[in-house]
């Protein structure tokens, strides 16, 4: 089932409501539609376990379901997604009960309840990532492993971008390589950004991405594919939670918890590293396609906080 906002003028015809439902699905993302889908089918069941019409809910209805939620163990942040979700699915409504006050009092009181602070998993710096790499065998799914490693970090890329690349690409320089991130969280309009990867001398992302494409033979499609247990390379590319598992992987070969790393321990590491060597804000963000310097913060990991700390001189 798919989470389908719902255009109710009866003055369009069928054809002119299913145009501007089909725009509203394509303003969100797969993966937020994903989410939200599932969030509006586990609305449904509630709303269904008690004899109420999804979209005929009123706010007090909305309020309970979030307020169990919370009740059930969910993170506001996660509720506050499901709220979101519902507001989608209410979209096109001549009333849009998601919004009414009585529903923002709950959810700000759910905030002030839970918290917002996220748990933030560790970030992979560069030091962590030379570990991981040492422990990168020589069998093809090693060498793709490295590569994706070496590049995901070099790159800041998020673990969509990293399955989402593809033999086009990629365009390797003297210096190094030009990679273009075709779609991304912060550019769903699909504009395009390109950024730079230098070899190096210690994580050398791009020797590692090109030994890759020779020994598996890929020439286009995707760049990080599926492998089969029998070591037969898949024309499929790997899934976004196939990230965050190899990341866990080597971090565990190397002597590190793997419960604290995820897919997004390469970009937090990417960032929290060139803090810790006193990297420019801006150039950082360059890489990393923040166009908000206090989100980029966020990053920021370890023991950035004590770098160039005025108290170092007195305390």
Request: overall charge positive; some cysteine.
């Amino acid at each position: 089932m798919l989470l389908t906002p719902r255009c109710s003028d009866p003055a369009l015809s069928e054809a002119d409501r299913e145009r501007i439902t089909s725009y509203l699905l394509a303003s969100l993302s797969p993966a937020t539609r994903a989410a939200y889908a599932t969030d509006w089918q586990s609305f449904t069941a509630w709303c269904e376990q008690r004899d109420i019409l999804a979209l005929q809910a009123t706010p007090a209805q909305i309020a309970s379901w979030l307020s169990s939620l919370a009740e059930a163990g969910r993170k506001a942040s996660g509720i506050a997604r499901a709220r979101a979700a519902l507001s989608h699915a209410f979209q096109g409504q001549e009333y849009n009960p998601v919004k009414a006050p009585g529903v923002e009092r709950v959810m700000a009181g759910i905030r002030r309840t839970l918290g917002t602070a996220p748990i933030r998993k560790q970030a992979a710096t560069a030091e962590i990532m030379r570990d991981m790499l040492a422990h990168c065998p020589s069998s093809l799914s090693g060498q793709r492993d490295q590569a994706l490693l070496a590049l995901g970090f070099a790159g800041a890329l998020r673990r969509s971008e990293l399955v989402a690349l593809t033999t086009d690409d990629l365009l390797f320089q003297e210096r190094g390589m030009l990679v273009t991130i075709r779609r991304s969280k912060t550019d769903q309009d699909g504009s395009g950004q390109v950024i730079g990867i230098p070899n190096g001398r210690r994580l050398r992302p791009v020797d590692a991405v090109r030994s890759w494409l020779a020994v598996s033979g890929i020439t286009q499609g995707p760049v990080f594919r599926s492998i089969t247990r029998h070591g037969h390379l898949s024309t499929q590319p790997l899934s976004d939670r196939s990230v965050a598992t190899i990341v866990k992987t080597y971090a565990h070969a190397a002597g590190y918890d793997p419960r604290g790393f995820s897919g997004h321990s390469l970009r937090a590491g990417f960032v929290t590293s060139g803090a810790q060597t006193g990297q420019d804000a801006l150039a950082l963000a360059r890489v990393t396609r923040h166009k908000n310097l206090s989100v980029l913060q966020t990053y920021v990991r370890d023991d950035a906080p004590f770098l160039n700390h005025p108290g170092e001189a007195f305390l």
